[in-house]
């Protein structure tokens, strides 16, 4: 069983929008706060953004403005709107859900910003 599966990665150009999304299992999206990751070739995984399971959330500075986390807890689904895409926001993009006793990652979808 997969806990998280992302989907909704590919190439855009720049300008331009995706919306990723993460569906996970019920126990996950009854409590855990959920994160949006992403990792770029050479560099580390960073955070993009979060969201508690009441909603509140949190953005790295870099998408402030750009990037919507949304939640949707009864179809436990987590949703990354991302508008006006640079070629910086091109990386591998991972859901990740941390709870009391386990920390949680999916499998990772690409965005590619490109004209």
């Known amino acids: 069983q997969v806990d998280l599966e992302e989907s909704g990665g590919g190439l855009v150009q720049p300008g331009g929008s995706l919306r990723l999304s993460c569906a996970g299992s019920p126990r996950i999206f009854r409590t855990y706060p959920m994160h949006w990751y992403r990792q770029a070739p050479g560099e580390q995984r960073k955070l993009v953004a979060g969201i508690t399971s009441g909603g509140v959330t949190e953005y790295a500075d870099s998408v402030k403005g750009r990037f919507t986390i949304e939640r949707d807890n009864p179809r436990t689904v987590i949703y990354l709107q991302m508008n006006n895409l640079r070629s910086e926001d091109t990386a591998v993009y991972y859901c990740?859900?941390?709870?009391?006793?386990?920390?949680?990652w999916g499998q990772g979808t690409q965005v590619t910003v490109s004209s």
């Open positions: 990740h859900a941390e709870g009391d006793m386990e920390e949680l």
